[in-house]
């Protein structure tokens, strides 16, 4: 029921900053802000792992302990785009970043999630890569 395309993403060095952006494009169904949104990052050889979950008009964001601080994500549903802004990039932030879109239902309710299993779509990621 809904497109998602990231970018932004790219080689930075240690310290550094980028932002990803995250565009929706909704096919059939509800629109972008019925949506709760989340970021997620893979590295090789790694399971995915929670980066942060906003809510539908962005008034409740969730950060994991390895990002607080240093991320922040927020959306424009004006213009259905999701970013995350990245600071004081760490070589550790180096993964695939994906966004993905998680359909209120019976389970989640208007709860943010952080299992990926919980989110209905997925975009196709951006690489990001932090070096020493």
């Known amino acids: 029921q809904v497109q998602l395309v990231e970018s932004g993403g790219g080689l930075v060095q240690a310290g550094g900053s980028l932002r990803l952006s995250c565009a929706a494009s909704?096919?059939?169904?509800?629109?972008?802000?019925?949506?709760?949104m989340g970021w997620f990052r893979q590295a090789p050889g790694k399971e995915r792992e929670f980066v942060t979950a906003?809510?539908?008009?962005?008034?409740?964001?969730d950060y994991a302990d390895s990002v607080k601080g240093r991320f922040t994500t927020s959306r424009d549903n004006a213009k259905n785009i999701l970013y995350l802004q990245m600071t004081s990039l760490k070589p550790e932030d180096t993964a695939v970043y994906y966004c993905?879109?998680?359909?209120?239902?019976?389970?989640?309710?208007?709860?943010?999630?952080?299992?990926?299993?919980?989110?209905?779509?997925w975009g196709q990621g951006t690489q990001v890569t932090v070096s020493s």
């Open positions: 906003i809510s539908r008009y962005g008034g409740t964001v």
């Open positions: 909704v096919v059939t169904g509800p629109t972008f802000s019925s949506y709760k």
């Open positions: 993905a879109a998680d359909r209120i239902d019976t389970y989640s309710g208007s709860s943010l999630q952080r299992s990926p299993s919980r989110y209905d779509y």
